[in-house]
């Protein structure tokens, strides 16, 4: 194992460790980020995939903003509001039965077709999880594809390329 990715890996754990993925508007401030990005890349996004997938630019937009759209739905899911109850009952001396935290460490390989789609779905729905990401990502992607996205993932602690 190359000592970057180890190196990754232990920047991993420990964000695992000091649980800031636990915080629900920690959460949300990621898929804010992630959907901003992504945002203001949009023609260049839709132009690499329409290019590295060898596919119209109508469909392009359409992978594009389905991938939106699940970032989207993914905040969705996230209550800040509830999450505050949630935190308290501790206090209040309640029991928290419906307490869900991440796995930890996920890794994504994603797909040959809707590449990109296929990385931004399940990474939406990893941050949305509280779960620390790994992302499997080939030299090509990295060169004709999703430059956006990995210039995201490779700066935040709780994500690895």
Do not use: W
């Not at 796995?103 to 941050?127: D, N, Q």
């Amino acid at each position: 194992m190359s000592m970057s990715l180890q190196g990754g890996i232990n920047t991993l754990r420990a964000t695992v460790t000091d649980g800031r993925l636990e915080n629900v508007r920690h959460r949300q401030n990621e898929l804010h980020k992630l959907h901003s990005v992504l945002r203001q890349a949009s023609e260049s996004v839709c132009d690499a995939i329409s290019k590295s997938s060898n596919v119209s630019v109508s469909d392009a937009e359409k992978e594009y903003c389905l991938a939106m759209d699940v970032i989207q739905k993914s905040y969705e899911t996230l209550d800040f509001e509830q999450s505050q109850k949630d935190e308290y009952r501790v206090k209040r001396g309640e029991d928290n039965p419906k307490r869900r935290i991440g796995a930890g460490i996920v890794a994504i390989r994603p797909a040959k077709h809707t590449r990109f789609y296929s990385i931004v779905e399940p990474l939406a729905a990893a941050i949305a999880g509280g779960n620390c990401i790994i992302l499997e990502v080939t030299l090509a992607a990295t060169r004709i594809q999703n430059q956006k996205l990995i210039g995201y993932v490779a700066g935040r602690s709780s994500l690895r390329n």
